[in-house]
Every structure is written in structure tokens, then in C-alpha cells.
């Protein structure tokens, strides 16, 4: 199965969450967390990302029994069992192996709900694996270059995202933490 777009991700976590939604709903609930900020979500991707998940087998479209307003039946979308397979799989990979500061990465957090625990912490401790890989190259090419000798307009295009990973691990470590303290 192809990965999911960032949007076709976070629609399966809704319609997971909600057990059933329809369009509207969906819309209502992206507003009000904010996913239009900082997932690039419109309206009409919305849409279109429906009929991508449909199209791929992930939801099932049903009419709805309830009628509000004037307009036509909402058609209501529950997620299926290969739907619901995919959504686990593409938490826990993009929890433990997406760029620091990556919108999917966020969209992994906002769904941890749908995965055990054990899978949340195990997915967690590969990100600090990558991130901690990525950190040592990092140094390695800044140690070669000259480091400190470098001009300053060189040293922060190593030391920003140095310093981003370092505050990454802290952040996922408190996370992996808190997990562990679960009862």
C-alpha cells in the first residue's frame, strides 16, 4: 500500500476517532484543532482526500439516517479493517522515522491513541535512533569543515538544525517518559 498524504493521514484519524463522520464533521474538527495551521489542509483536499481513501478501500461511505437543514442526506464514512491496518502502520513509522519538526510527525502524536503503548514507546525509541544518526553526521561534516573556523553565515547552516535535533530528543524522550509512567 502507498504511504499516505498528509492529508489522506489525518482523515483516517478522524474517522477512526469518530467511528463514523461525515464531510462536515470532518471540516468542523479540523478547525477546531487547528490542523488548517500547520498540515496545509483546505477544503476542497478535504474532499479529494476522501475519495482517495474511498478509492483505496481505507472508508466506506454510508448514507446517514439523521437530516439537518435543507441539503441532501450527509454521507457519513466509517474507516475498515484494512483502513484501520494502515492508519497503525503509518503511525508508528512515521513516529519513528520522520524529519524533526515534520508535519507527519505531528499527525503520528495526534493519533498515538490508536496504537498500544509498547508499539507508541518502540516507535519513539527508533526516532531518537534516527535522530541521534542524524545528529552524529551532522557533526561529523561540521567537525571536517572546521567547525569553529567556519564563518558565522556557514556555522548555523550546522548548528540550527543541531540545535533543532537536540531539543527533538528532549522532546521525544519526555514523551517516551510519560508513556512509561502510563498506568
Not at 109 to 136: P, Q, V
Request: aromatic residues 8%.
Amino acid at each position: 500500500m502507498n504511504q499516505l498524504s498528509n492529508v489522506e493521514f489525518m482523515l483516517l484519524q478522524i474517522i477512526a476517532e469518530c467511528n463514523q463522520a461525515s464531510g462536515y464533521d470532518i471540516n468542523k474538527l479540523i478547525d477546531q484543532r487547528g490542523y488548517r495551521e500547520w498540515a496545509n489542509i483546505g477544503t476542497t483536499s478535504i474532499y479529494a482526500g476522501l475519495k482517495k481513501l474511498s478509492n483505496k478501500g481505507l472508508i466506506e461511505s454510508e448514507d446517514s439516517r439523521e437530516k439537518s437543514g435543507k441539503g441532501p442526506m450527509p454521507i457519513r464514512f466509517v474507516i475498515t479493517e484494512v483502513g484501520m491496518t494502515t492508519l497503525r502502520n503509518e503511525i508508528i513509522a512515521c513516529l519513528s522515522s520522520s524529519r524533526e519538526r515534520d508535519n507527519r510527525f505531528d499527525l503520528g502524536l495526534a493519533a498515538l491513541s490508536f496504537i498500544d503503548k509498547d508499539e507508541a514507546i518502540d516507535a519513539l525509541r527508533k526516532r531518537l535512533d534516527f535522530l541521534g544518526e542524524t545528529l552524529k553526521n551532522i557533526r561529523q561534516k561540521y567537525e571536517s569543515q572546521g567547525h569553529t573556523r567556519l564563518p558565522l553565515y556557514v556555522r548555523v547552516l550546522f548548528l540550527h538544525p543541531m540545535s533543532l535535533i537536540e531539543s527533538e530528543q528532549a522532546f521525544v524522550t519526555k514523551i517516551i517518559n510519560e508513556l512509561l509512567e502510563e498506568t
